[in-house]
């Protein structure tokens, strides 16, 4: 069921603004404005629900075309689009997008598929989250980004907050206030999640980090993750950084006891 053209469902609908993710505190609840586009008004109205108790103010829409004007005129501090959906998909909407804004962006794609996944973040998305996805792995993605927002703003303001030292190791250059990695000079684009895991890794080349450290690192709320997850973020990495360099074998598996990343000093 759609909602009306131009406008969005009328779940419990608020109005907020980019400045607010400020009032983040410590991963906790905030008044920060969560946009969600989806066809499905189930997903959107669980979601909605869930974010709400947890102190989010949401707006919601059926379409990329019903959000992109509301999304440019008045931004929410994030957005959670679904890709596949009638009139304007996720993807034509990011692009849209992109044009004006730099509107944080987690992608809800379908499960195991790397070619949404590959163009979303190509296009500027800040992470994705396949389905079927847990409402409580959705809030840790979000209060993520945000926080990452605003450790990002407070450097351009020049403010005094402790953010991470860049890492460089061998050929691997991270810079935690800009999330940005090169590999050997080379743009390598990974989502939030796949950042913290990495960095967790690079951090200290060498020494093993087993599963449930990589998700105390990656998942900094308090969520329930199976800890084949991990594995599949190591695939995923692995795979990125093998698209610059097909050599590439710094993430090593130590079976039985986690990964590590190569000592290359």
Request: a negative charge; glycine letters at 6%.
């Amino acid at each position: 069921m759609a909602g009306r053209r131009g406008h969005p469902w009328r779940l419990s609908v608020g109005i907020g603004s980019a400045s607010s993710a400020s009032s983040l505190a410590n991963g906790k609840s905030m008044t920060a404005t969560i946009a969600l586009v989806d066809d499905d008004r189930n997903i959107l109205q669980s979601l909605s629900i869930a974010l709400q108790a947890e102190g989010f103010v949401t707006r919601v829409y059926s379409d990329g075309e019903a959000a992109l004007k509301p999304l440019i005129d008045n931004p929410p501090d994030l957005a959670v689009f679904d890709v596949k959906m009638p009139r304007m998909d996720g993807l034509e909407l990011l692009r849209r997008l992109r044009e004006k804004s730099q509107l944080p962006v987690i992608f809800l794609t379908s499960k195991d598929d790397e070619i949404d996944e590959a163009l979303g973040l190509a296009m500027g998305a800040d992470d994705y989250i396949a389905k079927p996805f847990s409402q409580r792995l959705v809030i840790a993605r979000i209060r993520a980004i945000l926080r990452r927002v605003e450790l990002n703003k407070n450097v351009s303001d020049g403010e005094d907050e402790p953010v991470a030292d860049p890492i460089t190791r061998g050929r691997l250059s991270m810079d935690p206030a800009r999330h940005k990695v090169e590999w050997d000079g080379k743009d390598v684009t990974l989502t939030v999640t796949e950042f913290l895991i990495l960095e967790t890794l690079a951090s200290r080349p060498g020494i093993v980090r087993s599963r449930n450290q990589l998700m105390d690192a990656a998942y900094q709320d308090d969520v329930y993750i199976d800890d084949r997850t991990i594995d599949s973020h190591i695939k995923r990495l692995r795979r990125k950084f093998r698209e610059v360099d097909p050599e590439f074998d710094a993430i090593a598996t130590l079976y039985g006891a986690g990964y590590r990343f190569a000592d290359e000093s």
